[in-house]
């Protein structure tokens, strides 16, 4: 559970950054990705140990 953390939030500023070049109205669009990525990810992590 512990690894799961820490590559969420690496991804989360992966997003922000590539974001960035586009703008802030695709900030809006890859937050929402982000989001439901890491609960799917965590539902097998959890169910895996």
């Given at each position: 559970?512990?690894?799961?953390?820490?590559?969420?939030?690496?991804?989360?500023?992966?997003?922000?950054?590539?974001?960035?070049?586009?703008?802030?109205?695709?900030?809006?669009?890859?937050t929402?990705?982000?989001?439901?990525?890491?609960?799917?990810?965590a539902?097998?992590?959890?169910?895996?140990?």
């Amino acid at each position: 559970a512990q690894s799961s953390v820490p590559s969420v939030k690496v991804r989360v500023v992966v997003v922000p950054v590539a974001t960035t070049g586009d703008g802030k109205t695709a900030i809006a669009t890859p937050t929402p990705v982000a989001a439901p990525s890491p609960s799917p990810a965590a539902s097998p992590s959890v169910a895996a140990p």
